[in-house]
């Protein structure tokens, strides 16, 4: 729940991108701060709850498909997303499903962000940039580029928070961090 509550009071984006490229944004975002709240709770749990962590972790789609539809989307207004909700938590899984094999090889958290947001990027790149126009490509990359490492910064801190056992309150965000 801490992890929804810090995305969505993260989820203004960068004004430059689309509509398509807003979603697929926050999607990442949705993704990153999903992958720290899962490794804080795989560091921070005994062996015999690993497995009920993999099952929330399998979940999380559905969690944020409804995260999305009831509390982020109604707070921007109509045509701020190309997506579906359903699509934005399918969007987040992918950070998720990339995130097991870089656990595994005990990668710094910041270094696996990073790796990950990457890859999205690249398998994403058509849809971000939508466009043929070679500035207007560059400007869009360049703005989903800004909002990815945004978005590692953000679960980067969240991160931090955990483990001090610090709430999530939107007074850390209007504050910046």
């Known amino acids: 729940m801490q992890a929804l509550r810090c995305v969505e009071f993260r989820s203004r984006l960068e004004p430059e991108l689309t509509p398509l490229g807003t979603s697929l944004a926050l999607g990442l975002r949705y993704g990153l701060v999903g992958i720290t709240a899962f490794h804080h709770l795989l560091i921070t749990s005994e062996d015999a709850e690993e ?21 982020v989307r109604p707070r921007h207004g109509p045509g701020s997303f190309d997506l579906t909700p359903g699509e ?10 990339l995130f097991v094999p870089l656990y595994v090889r005990l990668l710094p958290l910041e270094h696996m962000l990073t790796a990950i947001a990457e890859r999205y990027m690249a398998k994403h790149r ?6 043929f126009n070679p500035l207007t490509r560059r400007r869009r990359l360049e703005a989903f580029r800004r909002s990815a490492d945004t978005s590692i910064s953000y679960a980067l801190n969240f991160f931090e928070r955990r483990q001090v056992g610090l709430e999530e309150v939107r007074e850390i965000a209007l504050i910046g961090e």
């Open 51 to 71: 497995p009920e962590v993999a099952a929330a972790m399998e979940g999380w789609g559905d969690v944020v498909e409804d995260h999305f539809r009831f509390e």
């Open 88 to 97: 934005i938590g399918a969007l987040s899984t992918e950070s998720l499903r």
């Open 126 to 131: 058509r849809a971000i940039t939508g466009s």
